[in-house]
Nanobody, 126 residues
Framework: QVQLVESGGGSVQAGGSRRLSCVAS????????VAWFRQAPGKEREGVAA????????YYADSVKGRFTISRDNAKNTLYLQMNSLKPEDTASYYC???????????????????WGQGTQVTVSS
């Protein structure tokens, strides 16, 4: 079993920064890909960023490229999302996810991920 728990959400002013954390527990060796998704009320869940647990390439949605950075600390089984230059459009519930992907193709499809956290709310005010 794998459990994911997000934290770090809250309210921040536009232009500010926030760092989200996702701590994994259980059989963490059973996935090779981790990602952040977000969902605003009434909208579909969208992929924000992703990376291999073993290191290597990182992937970002065009809407956050240059502003967000995904990273991980494998020793702590923790995934991070550093969010800079936040915009009101970034307001959403943010979820971390993990899965076993054979390639990075369509990393942004939530169907690729078997394990999910419960989400943490980020609200960006203007």
């Amino acid at each position: 079993q794998v459990q994911l728990v997000e934290s770090g959400g809250g309210s921040v002013q536009a232009g500010g920064s926030r760092r989200l954390s996702c701590v994994a527990s259980g059989n963490t060796w059973r996935y090779n890909f981790v990602a952040w998704f977000r969902q605003a009320p009434g909208k579909e869940r969208e992929g924000v960023a992703a990376t291999y647990t073993g290191g290597g390439s990182t992937y970002y949605a065009d809407s956050v490229k240059g502003r967000f950075t995904i990273s991980r600390d494998n020793a702590k089984n923790t995934l991070y999302l550093q969010m800079n230059s936040l915009k009101p459009e970034d307001t959403a519930s943010y979820y971390c996810a993990a899965g076993q992907l054979r390639s990075d193709n369509r990393w942004y499809h939530e169907s690729n991920y078997n394990y999910w956290g419960q989400g943490t709310q980020v609200t960006v005010s203007s």
